[in-house]
């Protein structure tokens, strides 16, 4: 079997709504309309895939965010950092290191 991919997606962004990441459910649609807004969907180079995830296993720092295939873990999620995850890391490739607690790279 082949590496399973996420074609046309250049990167999944899997964001914890679990109880202990504070169930977040209005960052995780505010960070859907960030990635349509900034035009990273499926017929762009660098589309983004964002899912929910019940926990992530972690359960500390949250609102947490995985993004692959950096394997990247964001923490403490806010509007602002969204913000900047989106132009930074999605549109420009550039992860945004100082709002992660791990990095794979
Ligand atoms: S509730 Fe978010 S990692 Fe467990």
Redesign the pocket.
């Known amino acids: 079997m082949n590496k399973p991919t996420i074609t046309p997606y250049k990167r999944h962004a899997v964001m ?1 709504v ?4 504070g169930e977040n459910m209005p960052l995780l649609k505010s960070l859907k309309d960030k990635v349509m807004k900034a035009g990273l969907t499926e017929s762009d180079g660098n589309a983004v895939r964002v899912n929910r995830a019940g ?5 500390q720092q ?1 609102p ?1 965010m995985v993004v692959h295939p950096e394997g990247l873990w964001y923490c403490n999620l806010t509007e602002e950092k969204l913000d900047r995850i989106v132009e930074e890391h999605f549109k420009q490739g550039n992860p945004v290191k100082e709002f992660a607690f791990y990095d794979a790279s």
């Not at 679990?18 to 990441?21: E, F, T």
């Not at 926990?55 to 359960?59: D, F, M, T, Y």
């Open positions: 914890c679990g109880k202990s990441c926990c992530l296993g972690v359960c949250g947490i």
